[in-house]
């Protein structure tokens, strides 16, 4: 427990050189990953009640690990707690709040992008870069998990853009929608992982170099084009 949290997405953060000194992740990571890539997926499908019990039967681990990783993912939106009848996979979204959610990035995250390179700092240009270069190696050879480690990675790309902007309330806000975690569970597919990372490069250059519009610009971009890719997926829910 030393490092919580600090696994999986964070190892290619951590500037090793290669996986021979990656650490595996520690069993609340494995449990948390393993039930968001569950969610993801929809094997849990949006709505369904989770067991606690049945899941200690499943991954054969204690209560433990499985309330922990509950907890992370009710304050990730993805689980809800309702009381007297416990965890089940939050609702999917409907497409007016997916649209919403575009809506929301738009106005936010070219603002956030141009505020981080013209204040950027080398912890932060260190950062992106090692986040940029996890999510063109996936290290999984399981589908589902490469995919939604790729989710949190692109969470915690963009986060870390709207963090290093300066504008607590801006990250503040693009933290509550969620937006990340919803929109992966649209659709399991390596289709929407693929542009995104030549995307995340041109941002990243943007804000290396300092350039804010370039930046801004970018990122506009990369919005605009995930739309693209996500719309379809979105269009089919009712
Ligand atoms: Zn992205």
Excluded at 93 to 100: L, V
Excluded at 139 to 168: C, E, M, P, V, W
Excluded at 181 to 202: I, N
């Amino acid at each position: 427990m030393s490092e919580p949290k600090k696994t999986a997405f964070f190892k290619a953060a951590e500037k090793t050189n290669h996986s021979a000194i990656q650490r595996r992740p520690s069993l609340d990571e494995e449990v948390y990953e393993t039930l968001l890539a569950q969610l993801i997926s929809l094997k849990i499908a949006p709505g369904n009640r989770i067991a606690v019990d049945a899941l200690v039967r499943e991954m054969g681990v204690s209560q433990t690990p499985i309330r922990a990783a509950l907890i992370r993912l009710e304050n990730e939106g993805l689980v809800i707690k309702t009381h007297n009848v416990g965890y089940s996979a939050a609702p999917m979204p409907s497409r007016a709040h997916f649209e919403q959610i575009y809506d929301l990035r738009l106005l936010l995250e070219p603002y956030a992008a141009k505020c981080t390179a013209e204040a950027v700092t080398d912890e932060v240009r260190e950062e992106l870069a090692a986040l940029d270069q996890a999510m063109a190696t996936p290290n999984s050879d399981d589908n589902k998990r490469a995919y939604s480690q790729f989710a949190l990675l692109d969470a915690k790309f963009h986060n870390l853009i709207a963090t290093a902007s300066g504008n607590r309330l801006v990250a503040e806000a693009l933290a509550r929608s969620y937006a990340h975690m919803h929109l992966f569970r649209l659709r399991y597919h390596s289709v929407v992982t693929e542009g995104a990372v030549q995307e995340h490069a041109a941002i990243m250059k943007g804000i290396i170099a300092g350039d804010g519009q370039a930046a801004k610009e970018a990122m506009e971009e990369h919005l605009l084009r995930s739309l693209g890719r996500w719309k379809p997926f979105f269009d089919a829910t009712p």
